[in-house]
T-cell receptor
Framework: KAGVTQTPRYLIKTRGQQVTLSCSPISGHRSVSWYQQTPGQGLQFLFE???????NKGNFPGRFSGRQFSNSRSEMNVSTLELGDSALYLCASSLGGSSRGQETQYFGPGTRLLVL | QKEVEQNSGPLSVPEGAIASLNCTYSDRGSQSFFWYRQYSGKSPELIMSIYSNGDKEDGRFTAQLNKASQYVSLLIRDSQPSDSATYLC????????????FGIGTKLQVIP
């Protein structure tokens, strides 16, 4: 089975621009979660989508948004970029059910975003 | 109080020794626990999951869970320099689907 894929892998933007990141989950996985990782803050949860619906949301401003398509692929958008948005953005997929094991998350390689 | 707490390290152990990584969590109702390994510049990769009190072994790795004391640990036997990485503890917090919270991670350095 192919793993989680993310595109692009690297991105350089300037302040004020917007960016869209893409994530394709493992085949059969219906849940996609997004995380921001910075050296000082660790993994911070952004949001989680399941069957095209946002099921959980972290404490990030409204500039961060996402969506999920019927094939479970997900996109994350950040508008009006700030310098502090420079980070590694990771997506993780899981089966998405509530039974034991179905919540196990598998991570993609990440998108490294640099905001200048 | 943070939901999942880990000592950020670095934890230095000599090659061949046992590395012991610890994690505590705040929500007593937590049901699922995970350990991930993350090499510098890479994404986290799942090492193992544990759901019941006691030990779970997988090769050189042993996860230990004590729900009464609200801690979970990871032991790495015969540590190798290739084990040098950051180890992330993750806990599924009850009250919502997929609300998995990560600790800050412990950086492990295995000294040859």
């Amino acid at each position: 089975k192919a793993g989680v894929t993310q595109t692009p892998r690297y991105l350089i933007k300037t302040r004020g621009q917007q960016v869209t990141l893409s994530c394709s989950p493992i085949s059969g996985h219906r849940s996609v979660s997004w995380y921001q990782q910075t050296p000082g803050q660790g993994l911070q949860f952004l949001f989680e989508y399941f069957s095209e619906t946002q099921r959980n949301k972290g404490n990030f401003p409204g500039r961060f948004s996402g969506r999920q398509f019927s094939n479970s692929r997900s996109e994350m958008n950040v508008s009006t970029l700030e310098l502090g948005d420079s980070a590694l953005y990771l997506c993780a997929s899981s089966l998405g059910g509530s039974s034991r094991g179905q919540e196990t998350q598998y991570f993609g390689p990440g998108t490294r975003l640099l905001v200048l | 109080q943070k939901e999942v707490e880990q000592n950020s390290g670095p934890l230095s152990v000599p090659e061949g020794a046992i590395a012991s990584l610890n994690c505590t969590y705040s929500d007593r109702g937590s049901q699922s626990f995970f350990w991930y390994r993350q090499y510098s510049g890479k994404s986290p990769e799942l090492i193992m999951s544990i759901y019941s009190n006691g030990d779970k072994e997988d090769g050189r790795f042993t996860a230990q869970l004590n729900k009464a004391s609200q801690y979970v640990s990871l032991l790495i036997r015969d540590s190798q320099p290739s084990d040098s990485a950051t180890y992330l503890c993750a806990v599924r917090v009850p009250g919502g689907y997929q609300k998995v919270t990560f600790g800050i991670g412990t950086k492990l350095q295995v000294i040859p």
